[in-house]
């Protein structure tokens, strides 16, 4: 995945202002940076959601600038919104979610272990909670095993349980050939499960921590040493 | 997937959120059969001339309650930012497209089917040509839908969009509610040949219509 001079408009606002980003194959990236920086929308312009007005982008080898919608069967988001729809159930909305995707109804089911709904499969989405709602979107991503998986704050709202299977998630992801890119303000957890850091700022990224961050010279919750 | 199973995946969903929330049951209805049973009020002296104008105050009230219905299918996609997860899908944008309008149709035709019940008993109207009825209803609403779901979605991004999609809705759905009423006219009347020219224009507008938001539609729901 390549990024060159990219910049996305949000209006007449530069979200992005040009920002050169290389992310390799397998890989754990933390996306840091403070509010406004442009972390959503660097994970919306790779899942194609946000047009790119200039520069390169290349992602999971599709040119955004031509095409941004071929790769996105391969990839899951996991947004701060679930994607879901009010009225269906958590299994209804997550089976809508996989078959649109290809995959099969079984593969909903596993998803919803895997992250712990399955006691709430049959509940409506409106009657969840907010940890659930996290939960559900996070199952959203997963069920079309993506190659890409983009995280946006996906921490934020969830139980000591839900953080530690997350975890699990992010961590056990490389292994089964899949690129994690995950934006979070939660830096010290997700740095001890990342391989590199990018500090994003002003709509650019602005350093690059190129090796793993052992605890010892972490970089600081304010993007690096 | 193949298209139609796609387009059933959409329409699936549609359908099952709206018995869910029964939206169109709980309000499109009723609010169809109020502007109907207005205009009922507002001719009363004249029972005669209500009957003779049934058609066109049916077909004003399906345009109204249709407004509704597809405004209610573009607040269910911005709801939670559904409408992201539908473009994330990978489902193609004609059969994201032709499963809405799929879901939308069968709603309107629903309605239709008790408002046209409301027409004969509060209009007193005689039902002579039920198959040019048929035929007509469903192609206007094939092209009601259609047509619906193009400027539903050119709406959906915009924070005005339940006062634009009437605005721009009614006035292309314009030749619909024409041909319908003079196709309707002529099935009440028991004359089909004159029905048969207005439902040929009322199937080539759904035609046209299905065909331009096949073409169009992927690229308006990107950018909505």
């Not at chain 1, 790769?71 to 009010?86: A, E, P, S, V, W």
């Not at chain 1, 939660?186 to 090796?211: N, P, Q, W």
Request: hydrophobic share 50%; with cysteine.
């Amino acid at each position: 995945m390549r990024l060159r001079a990219a910049v996305c408009l949000l209006g007449r606002f530069p979200a992005l202002a040009g920002t050169d980003l290389d992310v390799h194959e397998r890989e754990v990236l933390l996306l840091s940076g403070p509010n406004g920086a442009g972390k959503t929308t660097l994970l919306r312009l790779l899942a194609g959601l946000v047009r790119l007005r200039s520069g390169k982008a290349e992602v999971l080898g599709v040119d955004l600038a031509r095409d941004r919608r071929s790769h996105r069967r391969r990839l899951g988001f996991m947004g701060h919104d679930t994607l879901c729809y009010d009225d269906l159930t958590v299994r209804e909305n997550l089976r809508f979610a996989t078959r649109s995707a290809g995959a099969t109804a079984a593969t909903a089911d596993d998803v919803l272990t895997r992250v712990g709904l399955e006691e709430q499969a049959d509940v409506a989405h409106q009657r969840l909670s907010a940890g659930q709602c996290r939960r559900l979107s996070l199952a959203v991503a997963l069920s079309r095993s993506p190659d890409l998986l983009l995280l946006d704050e996906p921490h934020a709202g969830l139980d000591p349980a839900g953080r530690s299977m997350l975890d699990s998630v992010i961590s056990e992801a490389p292994s089964a050939g899949t690129t994690v890119i995950v934006a979070s303000h939660e830096t010290e957890r997700v740095r001890s499960l990342a391989d590199r850091e990018v500090r994003i700022v002003g709509g650019r990224a602005e350093r690059a921590v190129l090796e793993r961050p052992s605890v010892d010279s972490a970089p600081s919750a304010e993007g690096g040493p | 997937m193949s298209l139609a199973r796609e387009v059933w995946l959409v329409a699936g969903k549609d359908l099952r959120v709206e018995a869910r929330s029964r939206v169109t049951l709980n309000q499109v209805l009723p609010f169809g059969a109020v502007v109907l049973l207005l205009f009922a009020f507002a001719l009363d002296p004249d029972r005669g001339l209500l009957s003779e104008v049934a058609p066109g105050l049916f077909w004003v009230a399906v345009l109204l309650a249709a407004v509704l219905a597809v405004s209610r299918s573009f607040a269910v996609e911005a709801e939670h930012g559904a409408i992201d997860g539908l473009r994330l899908s990978g489902l193609d944008g004609a059969s994201v497209f032709l499963g809405k309008t799929l879901a939308i149709a069968v709603q309107l035709l629903l309605l239709e089917l008790v408002l046209g019940i409301g027409v004969v008993v509060f209009y007193d109207t005689a039902v002579r040509s039920v198959a040019v009825l048929v035929l007509a209803g469903v192609a206007a609403t094939v092209g009601i839908a259609a047509t619906g779901t193009l400027f539903g979605v050119l709406a959906a991004g915009l924070r005005t969009r339940e006062t634009l999609v009437p605005l721009l809705l009614l006035p292309i759905v314009a030749p619909v509610m024409l041909g319908a009423t003079r196709a309707f006219e002529a099935g009440l009347d028991g004359v089909p040949s004159e029905a048969w020219p207005w439902v040929q224009l009322l199937a080539l507008f759904a035609v046209l219509y299905l065909g331009v938001g096949v073409l169009a539609f992927g690229s308006l729901l990107e950018d909505a």
